[in-house]
């Protein structure tokens, strides 16, 4: 049960994020219009809106139904998966919520405006300009923590495995 109240905290808190910021852009920024927010790092960070109807880096622009559709099934793939998780495994479970709220999120944006409200302008010189939302970063956090922590758990499992054969080696011979 903690697991899911887990995940409801977690996802909920991506979601409102997300939309709350995503409705502050639609209310004071027009489409293409750009703002400073700290001048110093306005090269490299500003906002941004922009529609977009594809994914990542602009793919697969014009895909709106197509990724509503693959989106959908994404998150209930992620419930099915978060349901095996073990009640131990915390960080998987945050992990899995961040996903989970922030592909809500962008789900949301295409049932409503038929694309994703995307804002987050980062700029790093001569390899990407890329504009995105808080859902897509609560998404990409969420897969590296999964990755991080599943290469960490592999580490542990190894030591343990070590560890026992280390003791098993020690012991006097009978």
């Known amino acids: ?23 502050w852009v639609i209310a004071n920024m027009e489409i293409g ?9 306005a090269p490299y ?10 994914i990542a880096f602009g793919m697969f622009t014009g895909g709106n139904s197509i990724l509503l559709g693959l989106t959908s099934i994404v998150v209930v793939v992620l419930l099915l998966i978060y349901r ?10 945050i992990a ?16 409503r405006f038929g694309h994703v409200v995307d804002f987050v302008h980062v700029v790093i010189p001569n390899w990407v300009s ?10 990409f956090v ?10 960490l758990e592999e580490r542990r499992e190894k030591q343990k495995a070590f560890d026992k054969e280390q003791i098993s080696s020690d012991l006097p011979s009978m």
Do not use: C
């Not at 219009?33 to 790092?41: G, V």
């Not at 095996?84 to 479970?93: N, R």
């Not at 996903?99 to 999120?105: C, K, Y």
């Not at 890329?130 to 897509?136: L, Y």
């Open 84 to 93: 095996k998780l073990p009640a131990q495994a915390v960080v998987q479970q």
């Open 33 to 41: 219009q750009t703002n400073e927010i700290i001048p110093p790092l």
């Open 142 to 151: 969420g897969v590296v923590i999964i990755l991080v922590d599943s290469f």
């Open 1 to 23: 049960m903690r697991k899911w109240v887990l995940l409801l905290l977690i996802a909920s808190l991506a979601l409102a994020i997300d939309q709350m910021a995503k409705a």
């Open 45 to 54: 960070f500003q906002l941004t809106r922009i529609t977009n109807t594809g």
């Open 96 to 111: 899995y919520a961040m996903i989970f709220g922030g592909a809500l999120g962008n789900i949301i944006d295409r049932v």
């Open 130 to 139: 890329n504009v995105s939302n808080f859902a897509d970063h609560f998404v």
